[in-house]
């Protein structure tokens, strides 16, 4: 069976790791970085390209892997944009975390011109994506979905369809609101435990041996309680997902006093310049603001 030709957009701390799954797949794999300089590690992997057009021109499948719309909007539709190499039929999957919105428009202009498109975030750090075991959210055609599920299953344990095009980023909100909200509960119980004389690798063992137990007690509390604030997934990127999370409550009336919250905590922890700490670094925010 001949292997799909990818072309693959974006390789930061996630894109990165997932685009050498697929080499190491045995996909036939072309990249292509802003910065051009983050290409060097694919030298006689992969096929290197410095203009999106170029990375598009003969591949089955597109996939993006950017910071958000606007810039899944420029490599996709700017003016050396991928639908200017890309053939009729070329499939779009767009893992980056966009607003619903953003991926129905771009799912309809791309319709227009000939392409398929899907709206695939994941779920996971980056050890998920180094290890293959992210979750993946898909909104979008049930048909294309099926024809591309080899790719996707090579890049997660766990890859859901959740229906038309939208509902993967949709999902995607859902999944990080629960996150966010959640990290903020863990740094608020991690302060409480440690101003009142607790060992926080003790109080660890306990929230991962009862009802709480999930990767993100084990890993952000891990982080929080050694004070490694080292980036698996920024607190830029989580106050993005926050104003976009945001904009859904909104839209569909949802009372979120919760969320309200913890958008503030992320914008005042990322005004005073922790964006590009991991997002578990709110620990030290919460626990400045306990020690006023």
Request: glycine share 10%; hydrophobic share 40%.
């Amino acid at each position: 069976m001949k292997m799909k030709r990818i072309g693959f957009i974006g390789l930061g701390l996630m894109g990165k790791p997932m685009a050498f799954n697929l080499i190491k797949k045995g996909y036939e794999l072309g990249v292509y970085n802003r910065t051009h300089e983050k290409t060097k590690d694919f030298q006689g992997k992969a096929e290197i390209f410095k203009k999106p057009s170029e990375v598009a021109k003969n591949r089955d499948v597109v996939i993006t892997m950017v910071r958000d719309h606007r810039a899944v909007e420029e490599v996709i539709f700017g003016e050396e944009g991928c639908i200017y190499g890309a053939s009729e039929g070329t499939t779009f999957i767009d893992m980056s975390t966009i607003s619903p919105e953003a991926s129905k428009d771009i799912a309809e202009r791309l319709k227009k011109k000939g392409f398929h498109f899907l709206d695939a975030p994941v779920s996971g750090s980056t050890w998920a994506a180094e290890s293959g075991t992210l979750a993946i959210m898909v909104g979008g055609e049930r048909e294309i979905f099926e024809k591309q599920k080899d790719i996707l299953q090579t890049l997660g344990s766990k890859v859901v369809y959740m229906g038309e095009s939208g509902m993967g980023s949709l999902m995607k909100l859902v999944n990080n609101l629960v996150g966010a909200c959640w990290t903020v509960s863990l740094a608020e119980a991690l302060v409480l435990a440690k101003k009142g004389g607790l060992n926080l690798e003790s109080v660890l063992e306990v929230l991962s041996a009862g009802a709480y137990k999930s990767p993100l007690v084990e890993i952000k509390g891990g982080k929080m309680a050694k004070g490694d604030f080292s980036t698996q997934f920024s607190l830029d990127l989580m106050y993005k997902d926050l104003l976009y999370i945001s904009d859904a409550l909104e839209k569909y009336g949802v009372f979120s006093p919760v969320t309200s919250v913890v958008k503030e905590i992320f914008k005042s922890s990322f005004e005073k310049g922790m964006g590009n700490l991991d997002y578990s670094s709110i620990f030290e925010t919460i626990e400045k603001m306990s020690n006023r």
